[in-house]
């Protein structure tokens, strides 16, 4: 998920030499199997990746306030037996907002079995979400539900969907339950020279508590690969615009993110 879980007063909007050796292996087979380029736009390729994004963003119905925030993201491909997993965590840092008080709100963290195909890959695995935010930061609940995606891929263009589910399990009684489906669609084009163009990182939200769309998003982000030494590292911007205009929620948001990558 994006700037993720946020808390209900602003709405809704996810050891040793063996662990590194399994680590490498996954990380060469994506690598193999698609460009750097493509598989850091992918989120269910083998590649072991930090990231660290600002998100910025103004507000419908709500004149002269903004809000920003700073996403760390960290993804790691193991296997267990002979499945392959991916886990990803999000941890959401608020620096700014006219809500919630400035520090780590709610963390959300997946664990996807993926499956390598001719055309591509799919993945199905749960996403959890964990009250990091506490009462002044977050829903002070927990979550559970199904993940489930696919990237289909050609020379130069990738393309799928991911799609995250989060149900209330346990958490305060006194707040409302979190409850929503999250829907993210893929799409990335290689332009050459370490240069790419897509779809931003569009968290189209459906809230079964109030049975209707909380977050309409439309984007584009725009991505460069450079190495530093032998450090890959993903710059990318992103612009996106929010359709959901009923209440007080994001209108417009912009992102830029720097991604590490660890093709041991």
């Not at 886990?87 to 809500?99: G, K």
């Not at 489906?181 to 109030?210: A, F, H, R």
């Not at 190495?227 to 830029?256: H, R």
Request: aromatic share 12%.
């Amino acid at each position: 998920m994006t700037a993720g879980i946020r808390s209900n007063r602003a709405r809704y909007v996810i050891k040793g030499p063996l662990c590194a050796l399994v680590v490498t292996c996954l990380s060469l087979s994506a690598v193999a199997e698609q460009s750097l380029e493509q598989a850091a736009s992918d989120p269910t390729a083998a590649l072991m990746n930090v990231q660290i994004g600002d998100w910025y963003n103004d507000y419908h119905n709500l004149s002269s306030d903004s809000a920003n925030q700073i996403n760390l993201r960290a993804a790691l491909p193991f296997k267990m037996g002979e499945q392959q997993h991916i886990m990803r965590a999000t941890v959401p840092i608020i620096t700014d907002s006219p809500f919630l008080d400035s520090g780590i709100s709610d963390i959300t963290v997946f664990d996807l079995m993926t499956f390598n195909k001719e055309w591509g890959r799919w993945g199905a695995g749960l996403v959890g979400l964990l009250p990091a935010g506490g009462e002044d930061r977050g829903a002070e609940k927990w979550g559970l539900g199904p993940a489930v995606g696919f990237t289909a891929r050609g020379p130069g263009f990738l393309w799928g969907f991911f799609n995250q589910n989060i149900l209330t399990v346990a958490g305060d009684d006194d707040r409302a339950d979190v409850n929503v489906s999250v829907l993210q669609p893929i799409v990335s084009k290689l332009l050459g020279g370490g240069w790419s163009i897509g779809v931003s990182e569009m968290n189209i939200t459906y809230d079964w508590e109030n049975s209707e769309w909380s977050n309409l998003p439309l984007g584009i982000k725009l991505a460069k690969m450079h190495k530093f030494g032998n450090m890959p590292v993903q710059f990318n911007a992103q612009y996106e615009y929010n359709f959901a205009d009923d209440y007080v929620s994001a209108e417009w948001t912009v992102n830029f993110t720097l991604k590490f990558l660890f093709p041991l």
